[in-house]
């Protein structure tokens, strides 16, 4: 099997990207632009732009979901790719959870870390509260301890099939493999 891969233009610096119905969605960070590629092949077949900055994008099945570093996640519908929605974001005491990076969608609640600090939060998608945290210090220490250039936590994925998480940071050597219970 050979290796697929997209390489971006010099001008693009690639963040987030979901697959949905056949077709990989893959943000930019400043140049407020995405594209679009056959999941099969991995050709471009078509873009679409947006007023923010690309973080993280996921899907609900029915919209695209996609954060800009803020506190607000944008629901994009699917066919025109335009924002039908901004959901702001807040924690349990009502105020708002900024830094929104990474973003996964698993059983009806959007997972999101939080950029510099150690948290993922679980959030409902409907009113956007943040419904729970997981504290990911004891990882993120440990990776300082062992790799000192190693930046902070950056990255979630979901894994359907393990039912598990894999999370990771900037110039992190090593993944790991967690589960929510």
């Not at 607000?72 to 066919?79: A, E, P, Q, R, V």
């Not at 025109?80 to 959901?87: D, E, F, P, S, Y």
């Not at 959030?123 to 930046?151: F, H, N, Q």
């Not at 598990?164 to 090593?174: S, V, Y």
């Amino acid at each position: 099997q050979s290796e697929k891969k997209v390489i971006l233009d010099g001008q693009y610096f690639g963040e987030g990207i979901t697959v949905l119905n056949d077709k990989i969605y893959h943000l930019t960070y400043k140049e407020k632009v995405g594209f679009i590629y056959d999941a099969k092949d991995y050709k471009r077949i078509g873009e679409f732009s947006y007023s923010t900055e690309g973080w993280g994008i996921t899907h609900d099945t029915k919209s695209l979901i996609m954060s800009d570093g803020t506190d607000k996640l944008y629901f994009l519908d699917t066919t025109t790719l335009k924002v039908i929605r901004a959901l702001p974001v807040t924690d349990i005491a009502g105020g708002r959870v900024k830094n929104l990076n990474e973003l996964e969608y698993v059983n009806n609640y959007i997972f999101a870390n939080v950029y510099e600090s150690r948290l993922i939060v679980k959030i409902d998608p409907g009113s956007g509260k943040v419904v729970g945290e997981l504290d990911l210090s004891a990882i993120t220490e440990e990776i300082k301890r062992m790799y000192p250039e190693s930046y902070e936590l950056n990255g979630i994925a979901y894994i359907k099939k393990s039912d598990a998480f894999l999370i990771t940071g900037k110039f992190w050597p090593k993944s790991y493999l967690i589960r929510l219970h």
